[in-house]
Each structure stands twice: as structure tokens, then as C-alpha cells.
């Protein structure tokens, strides 16, 4: 081993089923004194009684709590100014927890930058944009899928460029993380489905990342052992708390392993249907990965193999190039069981878009860097064009 790698991650991670009702006696390791908190959440958990759960262990501590529940799903730019203004930054919380999915965790990581930085969100996005470091976060997923709970990354979307943009800073790390897989036993099929390939994603990516290191090797082989022992089970039996648990675990070793290596041309390819035609992220995910690990199989056959072993779907006397294409026709087969589309025509896509989407796409220079073989502008267009059948 000849390269140095940095690796930065966060401080506390809690797992366990059940370990929700830890949070009260966990705060004490955000480190700092809480007189006011603002909690950023969504309807369901009101539904199922989360919220009240968590405002009863802070009431009982004599903390106020600031309950914020209109983020929208994968927000807009426009979307967290408005929340902030309104709803953040007058309360001025000492801390921030964050129950929900990637789209609520990433709002909550912006608004914690937000309260500290007097810097506007545009100006933020990109990488190492943030100057100074953000109030205290507890962040606790509900879905099982972009491991945002460990990245350094927070996504929103520009309607006007129809392209989704992240903000990249270590200062968006929590202080804490909670990880109860009985919160995602109430995600709907298809959410766990669209949520758990793209978890998947994030690990097979960063294992075949250009930037790839033994760090990250660890996490995403790790996760795509755990994705692939549960994924199916997840979604056909959701109360099987194994099978949940192991899929907040593979999502969470997902952000990891992307924090050390990256996500390449998928997760590219995946914004501007995002952006424009509001596929949501794990659909686009899922929907573009076996297409773009068929056109980088011959740049990176012997990892496909590796990632094939450890989902237990090749053997070590298979070729590299046989195993990677068992690996790609496991991944059809997952989206076929999963019932995740196909066909972009059901999100209004037509081949005179494609031009467009690919110039936007290879604009995503952050992602595409990491993948191992360079796309052109046709490549991208004839990726797009196999899910117009
Ligand atoms: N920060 C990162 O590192 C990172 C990585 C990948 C993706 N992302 C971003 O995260 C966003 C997507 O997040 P997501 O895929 O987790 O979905 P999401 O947060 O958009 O949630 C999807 C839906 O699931 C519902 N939901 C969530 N948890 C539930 C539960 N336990 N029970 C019932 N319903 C539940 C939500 O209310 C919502 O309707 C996108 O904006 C994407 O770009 C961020
Ligand atoms: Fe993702």
C-alpha cells in the first residue's frame, strides 16, 4: 500500500433495535447546554407516534422543542431559504434532530451550517464551501438508503436548472447518529425498494470509484453483503426487524463508503431525471446501475467479481467477466422483484430530451471524475436510450 487516505466520519452511532429511546440520554454527548432544540421531521412519523415519543424525552428535560415538518421530499434550494427563514432561524435552536429520510436529514445538516455561517445557501453549494462549523445535530434515519446520517453531503434540488446540486463540508457530519431499524418498518414497498437499490448504489459505486481505497473497500463490501442478504426479505415480510436491521446497517456503511470514495456516473446520470422529470433518487438510481455497470464492466471486471462473491451470487473459479455479469443480471433481477420501472416514457422522457439530459449529466464533473472509464455525451445518451425501450 503505497497512497494516503484521509478518512472523516462521525463521532457516536447508535444501533440497536429500539435505541430511539436513548436519544434523552445521549444528549449529553452533543456537548453543549440545551435550553431550545428544533426537531425537523415529516407527517409520518407523526402518524406513528414518533414525534410525540421525542418531544416527551426533551419535555422531560426541560427542553423546548421547535417541531418542523414542512421540508419538502428531495427539497429545492428555494424550499430550505423559506423553512429557515421562517421556521429555523427564528427559535434559534442550541441543537438540531432530524427523524426522517435523506430528505429531511439533509435539511436539517443545511439548517445547522445556516445558523452559524452568514454566508447565503447558493454560495454554499459545492465543495468545502462552509467556513464555520454547525450547531450540534443528532441525525436518525428512516429510510434505508442514502446513509446522509454519515456523508458529508447535503443534496437540493435548483428547479430552474433542473439539476440537483449538493453542498459538500465536514462540517456537515452529526454529532450523533441513532440508527433504530424498528423507525423503517413502516416504509411503504415501494419505498423501500427505491431507497434500499439506492443504498446499494452508493456502495457498488464507491467500490468501483476511481478514488476506491482500502477504507472504503471495507464499508462497501460490507454493505453490499448486508443489501444483498436483505433487500428481497425487506420488502416482501417489512415487520422482519432482521432483515431492516441489516439494511439501516448496509445503507449506513453505504455513507461511508462514498464519504471515502465517492459515487461515479450513476449517481450523475441520475440527477437531471431528478431535476427534470422528478424521478426520485433511489427509482433513477436503480433504474440506470446495471446499464452503467454493463458499459464500465471492461474497466473494472475484477471488482465486479468481488462485489458478485460477497452478494453470494458468482463463485471465485468464475471469471471476473462472468461473475460482474452475474452481478449486473442479479441487479435486474432485484429491480424486477423490487417492481422498481424500467421505462423512462412513464416519467414523461422522450428521445428529443436526450441531448439535453446528457449535456447535464456530464456536467456533474464532482461524480463523473470517479467513475472508472469517461463517458462521452453519446455514451451518456445511449445509456439514457436502453430504458426508453
Ligand atoms: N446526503 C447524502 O449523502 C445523500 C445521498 C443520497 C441521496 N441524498 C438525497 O436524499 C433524498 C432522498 O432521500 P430518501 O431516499 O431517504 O427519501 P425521502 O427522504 O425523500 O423520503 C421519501 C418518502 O418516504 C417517506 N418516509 C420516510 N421514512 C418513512 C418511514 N419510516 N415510514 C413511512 N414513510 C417514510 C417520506 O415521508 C417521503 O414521502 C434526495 O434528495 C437525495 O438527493 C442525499
Ligand atoms: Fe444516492
Same mark, same amino acid.
Given at each position: 500500500m503505497? $497512497?494516503?487516505?484521509?478518512?472523516?466520519?462521525?463521532?457516536?452511532?447508535?444501533?440497536?433495535?429500539?435505541?430511539?429511546? +436513548?436519544?434523552?440520554d445521549?444528549?449529553?454527548?452533543?456537548?453543549t447546554p440545551?435550553?431550545?432544540?428544533?426537531?425537523?421531521?415529516?407527517n $409520518? =412519523?407523526h402518524?406513528?407516534?414518533?414525534?410525540?415519543?421525542?418531544?416527551a424525552q426533551f419535555?422531560r428535560?426541560?427542553?423546548?422543542?421547535?417541531m &418542523?415538518?414542512n /421540508?419538502?421530499?428531495e @427539497?429545492t434550494?428555494?424550499?430550505?431559504?423559506?423553512v429557515?427563514?421562517?421556521?429555523v *432561524? @427564528?427559535?434559534a435552536?442550541?441543537a438540531?434532530?432530524?427523524?426522517?429520510?435523506?430528505?429531511v436529514l439533509?435539511?436539517a445538516?443545511?439548517?445547522?451550517? =445556516?445558523?452559524?455561517?452568514d454566508?447565503?445557501?447558493?454560495e454554499?453549494?459545492?465543495? #468545502?464551501?462552509?467556513?464555520?462549523?454547525g450547531?450540534p445535530?443528532?441525525l436518525?434515519?428512516?429510510?434505508?438508503?442514502?446513509?446522509?446520517?454519515?456523508?458529508? %453531503?447535503a &443534496? /437540493?434540488?435548483l428547479?430552474d436548472?433542473?439539476?440537483?446540486?449538493?453542498?459538500?463540508?465536514?462540517?456537515l457530519?452529526?454529532?450523533?447518529v441513532?440508527?433504530?431499524?424498528?423507525l423503517?418498518?413502516?416504509l411503504?414497498?415501494a419505498?423501500t425498494a427505491a431507497?434500499g =437499490?439506492?443504498?446499494?448504489?452508493?456502495?457498488?459505486?464507491?467500490?468501483?470509484s476511481?478514488?476506491? %481505497?482500502?477504507?472504503?473497500?471495507t464499508? $462497501?463490501?460490507?454493505?453490499?453483503?448486508l443489501?444483498?442478504?436483505?433487500? /428481497?426479505?425487506?420488502? +416482501?415480510?417489512? #415487520?422482519s426487524?432482521?432483515?431492516?436491521?441489516?439494511m439501516?446497517?448496509?445503507s449506513?456503511y453505504?455513507?461511508?463508503?462514498?464519504?471515502?470514495?465517492g459515487?461515479?456516473?450513476?449517481?450523475a446520470? *441520475?440527477?437531471?431525471?431528478?431535476?427534470?422529470f422528478?424521478?426520485?433518487?433511489?427509482?433513477?438510481?436503480?433504474?440506470?446501475l446495471?446499464?452503467?455497470?454493463a458499459? %464500465?464492466?471492461?474497466?473494472c $471486471?475484477?471488482?465486479?467479481?468481488?462485489a458478485?462473491?460477497?452478494?453470494g /451470487?458468482a463463485?471465485?473459479s468464475d471469471?471476473?467477466?462472468v461473475?460482474?455479469?452475474?452481478?449486473?443480471?442479479?441487479?435486474?433481477?432485484?429491480?424486477?422483484?423490487? %417492481? &422498481?420501472?424500467q421505462n423512462?416514457r412513464?416519467f414523461?422522457?422522450?428521445?428529443?430530451?436526450?441531448?439535453e =439530459?446528457?449535456v447535464a449529466?456530464?456536467k456533474?464533473?464532482?461524480?463523473?471524475a470517479?467513475? @472508472?472509464?469517461v463517458l462521452?455525451?453519446d455514451d451518456?445518451q445511449?445509456?439514457?436510450r436502453?430504458?426508453?425501450p
Amino acid at each position: 500500500m503505497t $497512497a494516503i487516505h484521509h478518512f472523516q466520519t462521525v463521532k457516536n452511532i447508535i444501533h440497536g433495535p429500539g435505541s430511539l429511546e +436513548q436519544l434523552g440520554d445521549k444528549l449529553y454527548l452533543l456537548d453543549t447546554p440545551l435550553k431550545q432544540v428544533v426537531l425537523v421531521t415529516q407527517n $409520518a =412519523m407523526h402518524r406513528l407516534g414518533v414525534t410525540d415519543k421525542i418531544k416527551a424525552q426533551f419535555a422531560r428535560r426541560g427542553i423546548a422543542v421547535h417541531m &418542523i415538518d414542512n /421540508v419538502e421530499i428531495e @427539497p429545492t434550494l428555494e424550499n430550505i431559504e423559506r423553512v429557515f427563514r421562517e421556521d429555523v *432561524a @427564528p427559535f434559534a435552536p442550541d441543537a438540531l434532530i432530524a427523524v426522517g429520510g435523506g430528505s429531511v436529514l439533509d435539511a436539517a445538516k443545511l439548517f445547522a451550517v =445556516m445558523l452559524t455561517n452568514d454566508t447565503p445557501l447558493k454560495e454554499l453549494l459545492g465543495i #468545502d464551501k462552509v467556513s464555520n462549523p454547525g450547531k450540534p445535530m443528532v441525525l436518525v434515519p428512516t429510510t434505508s438508503g442514502t446513509g446522509s446520517e454519515v456523508t458529508p %453531503n447535503a &443534496i /437540493v434540488t435548483l428547479p430552474d436548472e433542473e439539476l440537483k446540486i449538493g453542498v459538500v463540508s465536514r462540517h456537515l457530519l452529526p454529532t450523533l447518529v441513532i440508527l433504530d431499524p424498528l423507525l423503517t418498518l413502516s416504509l411503504p414497498k415501494a419505498i423501500t425498494a427505491a431507497t434500499g =437499490m439506492d443504498a446499494f448504489t452508493h456502495s457498488l459505486e464507491s467500490f468501483i470509484s476511481t478514488k476506491a %481505497n482500502p477504507l472504503s473497500d471495507t464499508f $462497501a463490501l460490507e454493505s453490499m453483503r448486508l443489501i444483498a442478504g436483505s433487500i /428481497v426479505e425487506a420488502y +416482501q415480510q417489512p #415487520d422482519s426487524v432482521r432483515a431492516r436491521g441489516d439494511m439501516l446497517l448496509g445503507s449506513m456503511y453505504g455513507g461511508l463508503a462514498l464519504t471515502g470514495a465517492g459515487t461515479a456516473a450513476v449517481h450523475a446520470l *441520475a440527477y437531471p431525471l431528478g431535476g427534470k422529470f422528478h424521478v426520485t433518487h433511489g427509482v433513477a438510481n436503480a433504474m440506470l446501475l446495471p446499464h452503467v455497470m454493463a458499459f %464500465n464492466l471492461d474497466s473494472c $471486471a475484477a471488482r465486479l467479481k468481488r462485489a458478485a462473491c460477497v452478494c453470494g /451470487v458468482a463463485l471465485e473459479s468464475d471469471s471476473d467477466e462472468v461473475a460482474a455479469g452475474k452481478l449486473i443480471e442479479q441487479i435486474h433481477t432485484w429491480t424486477a422483484i423490487l %417492481n &422498481i420501472p424500467q421505462n423512462l416514457r412513464e416519467f414523461n422522457v422522450a428521445e428529443e430530451h436526450l441531448a439535453e =439530459m446528457a449535456v447535464a449529466a456530464s456536467k456533474v464533473t464532482r461524480l463523473m471524475a470517479n467513475n @472508472p472509464k469517461v463517458l462521452s455525451l453519446d455514451d451518456i445518451q445511449q445509456l439514457y436510450r436502453r430504458l426508453l425501450p
